[in-house]
């Protein structure tokens, strides 16, 4: 009798499927199963169920856009001297290793947004758009379409050596240090190594997004596009795939930064980037889709003009026609450009390190 009421008195538990794994991994020994019990214990939410809001809500406290975007540049202004000797160094290693690209790219530019720039106010929005396209295809086929290998591979080289630059300074001037330039691009680049390898990783990460591209172009060739439920599971399969890359890279940019601590390696810093960015990566998304467009609203404000201003010039004083004035302000903006995005995403880093609130 008294062994039927203690049966009876005891709970059935049912265990969640999270807490099914992590029993099941506590029963299996070896680094990969100690691996897996680590994982599991980081990262409480699991792929494919929801979690409630009051599981998942991690704190992340941060200024406005316009706060946190007016921080970064009182940081770059107070040490202006510093930082801006680091763009000239950009400068002059760009256009040393890839020269100032093809003149006559900037002139059909230049010919085109004059001719559009009459039309603007007349409702007429073709040929700015149409500009605009052609100023993106310019900047992203690099400063000379003709370059070599060699010639890539250094240009590759001088973007990695100039964010590591960047992120090196940063650190040391938050420090409340007062580091030279000299001491910046001759101790920064240990991590170089480590830093493409996270670079391949992010390259590896957009492969999603890019097969998304061949077939949203492979469905819009083939007219899918044009019916109801071919096009339907066109879009949710390119949907899938580009959010699947930009849920990688989420984490991966703030990755590029921990990489560059002293003894980090690549894979290490991909996971420690993971920890950090959960329950936060939306919050982080919206912020890193804030600066690209910051960074796209700054070239669209400050280089169509000045090419329609170039433009203007050389119709009136055909003897400066040979001046490349264009591709020395590309070449300017592309190092400022690195600049302001280093310290953005380290001030953001900074700032997910600084509220160390644990997963929910």
């Known amino acids: 009798m008294a062994t039927k009421q203690k049966a009876k008195s005891k709970k059935v538990v049912t265990k969640s499927p999270a807490e099914k794994l992590i029993t099941l991994g506590q029963k299996i020994t070896g680094p990969a199963a100690a691996r897996a019990r680590d994982f599991l214990k980081r990262r409480p939410h699991r792929s494919f169920r929801l979690t409630s809001r009051r599981d998942y809500k991690r704190s992340f406290k941060l200024p406005g856009y316009w706060a946190f975007t007016n921080e970064v540049r009182a940081l770059l202004w107070k040490n202006w001297r510093l930082f801006g ?10 256009i040393i290793v890839t020269g100032f690209g093809a003149q006559e790219t900037y002139s059909e530019l230049a010919q085109l947004l ?3 720039s009459g039309e ?4 007429n929005l073709g040929q700015i758009t149409q500009a605009g396209i052609l100023l993106w295809t310019t900047v ?11 010639q890539s591979i250094f240009a590759g080289l001088i973007l990695f050596f100039g964010w590591l630059a960047a992120i090196w300074l940063l650190r040391n001037t938050l420090a409340g240090h007062k580091p030279r330039l000299r001491d910046g691009l001759y101790n920064s680049g240990s991590p170089v190594l480590a830093t493409v390898a996270v670079g391949c990783i992010i390259t590896l990460q957009l492969l999603p997004a890019a ?3 061949i ?3 492979a469905a819009e060739g083939s007219q899918m596009l044009e019916t109801g439920v071919s096009a339907m599971l066109v879009w949710a399969s390119v949907s899938a795939l580009t959010l699947v890359s930009i849920y990688w890279i989420t984490s991966s940019v703030i990755a590029l930064v921990i990489v560059t601590l002293p003894g980090m390696y690549p894979l290490h810093a991909i996971r420690s980037a993971g920890d ?3 329950g936060r990566r939306l919050r982080v998304l919206f912020r890193l889709s804030w600066l690209l467009l910051i960074a796209v609203l700054a070239w669209a404000i400050i280089v169509i003009p000045i090419i329609l201003l170039d433009a203007w010039v050389k119709q009136l004083l055909p003897a400066i026609s040979w001046l490349p004035i264009v591709p020395l302000v590309i070449v300017s903006m592309s190092a400022v450009t690195l600049l302001y995005a280093a310290s953005y995403i380290y001030l953001l880093y900074r700032r997910i390190v600084d509220d160390d609130a644990a997963p929910a």
């Not at 000797?85 to 760009?94: D, M």
């Not at 992203?140 to 060699?150: H, I, K």
């Open 140 to 150: 992203q086929t690099g400063l000379s379409p003709s370059m070599t290998e060699a």
């Open 215 to 217: 077939v949203y172009g």
């Open 211 to 213: 097969i998304a591209v």
């Open 276 to 278: 950090l960015v959960v």
């Open 120 to 123: 603007l106010f007349s409702g």
């Open 114 to 116: 004059n001719e559009s």
């Open 85 to 94: 000797s680091l763009t000239l160094v950009y400068i002059a290693a760009s």
